[in-house]
Structure formats: structure tokens, C-alpha cells
């Protein structure tokens, strides 16, 4: 395993035990121009299966900071259960990293634990927090990168993650949200939006993944668009603590 972080002693405020279960759902992302799985990102579950939501109703300021390290280790023990050999995406809340160094250092233990390579972690940024401090989520991306790790914008076009984030933070990738991919291949309107993301992505060299993706039409508009990134129900539903496969016949039908 390579990495830029020394594992260090943390401070102690999240060994407390969580007074909740929670485990890990596995989607798939792909690269439909290469044809196969390229990553999966880690969701939160219940241990039977309840949705994030859920699971998330139980967590409340106390308890932030706790389970934002715990659904990191939770992903990285996981994926090395799973024999996982691609990229893994662990979202997390920026609110609950009050200094990236100290907060890393269970992520770096875990990592260490299963031999999980550094380099093949990436941090999304959730969409569902509102950051009041931008300087610090900078300082958190830039830490993040120097330690070797990739970083992401979820969610992109909708909610908190706006375009002004993209003045101050230097990202690896930017999701493309739901909202703005959904009945894509017969909108004008969101097929000029995402247009206009694709060329701003390359001026700022940024990868796109399209996520949320429910239909061929929308999978194949997309591709011919240049968007070789896709996530969602077409290809895979998000497996309890397994990796989905994606089947041939779906890459197949892209180029029919």
C-alpha cells in the first residue's frame, strides 16, 4: 500500500461504539466505452437492508462524527471482504471533519488493517450538506490530495453542490445529479445544461459520471454526448454487502 499520511494516534472521539447497526450497500459504476465496472460506491443500509434514510434519522450532532469515521471503516473492511479489485467511493460529510489530518487516521488504520491501497479510495462530497465554511472544505480536499486521495462533488446541479464550489475547490470528478440526467435523450434544456458541464469539465480537468441512470435512451444519450462515467438502476442496483455484476447485454445494447 502507498500513501503520502504517517498513521498516527487519533484523538479519541470516535471510538465510542454507535448505539445503531449499519452495514454497507455496493453500486457499481462503469466506464461504457471500456465496458466493464470501474468503481462502486459504498451506501449506507441497515443490517437487513433498511434504506439510508433510515439509518441517517438516527444520527444526530453528537453523533456526527462517529459515524461519519465509522461508515469509512465499515467500507474499506467490507470491500476487502468482498475481494473489491476497483476503485471504492465512500461519500462524506465535510461538517463532521474538524481537522483532515487527525480525521484520516481511522480511515489510514483501516486501510493499513486490510492492505487497502490508498490511491484506490475516493471521497465524494455529499450534496446534503450545507458547508458554512468553505475555507475549510478547501483545506480538506487539498489534505485529501496530498495524501493521495481522489475526491468528488455528488450530486452536481442540485442542492448545496453548486457551481460556486468549483471557484474554490480543486476536484477529481463531478457527479452529475439525478435531476439533471433524467429523460436527458428528449429534453433540450437539460441536454444544453449538461453540454455546457461537459466543456466546463474540460476546461477544469475534471472526469463526469453521470449518475441516476434508469433507461437505455438516457445511458445512450450520454454516451454519444461523451460521458463514458454511468451509475444507476440500468446497470445495477445497489447490492447488500455484495458487487452487483453488469451484465454484457447492457453495454451491448448501448452501441445497437
Known sequence: MTHCARVESHCGRCDKPLPFEFTMAFQP?????LRRVVAFEALVRGPRGESAGQILGQVDESLLYRFDQACRVKA?????????????????????????TACIQATLEAAQRVAWPIERINFEIVESEAV???????????????MGFSTALDDFGTGYA????????????????????MQIDSDPRRQAMVHAVIAMAADLGCQLIAEGIETLAEARWLKRAGIARQQGYFFARPGLESLPEVPAARFAELDA
Open 132 to 146: 458554512t465554511d468553505r475555507a475549510h472544505l478547501r483545506h480538506i480536499v487539498d489534505s485529501y490530495r496530498e
Open 162 to 181: 453548486n457551481l460556486d464550489l468549483l471557484t474554490e475547490l480543486r476536484l477529481d470528478t463531478l457527479k452529475l445529479d439525478r435531476q439533471l440526467v
Open 29 to 33: 459504476i462503469v466506464d461504457v466505452e
Open 76 to 100: 474499506i473492511e467490507l470491500a476487502s471482504q468482498l475481494d473489491m479489485q476497483e476503485k471504492l467511493s465512500i461519500n462524506f460529510l465535510p461538517n463532521a471533519v474538524y481537522e483532515p
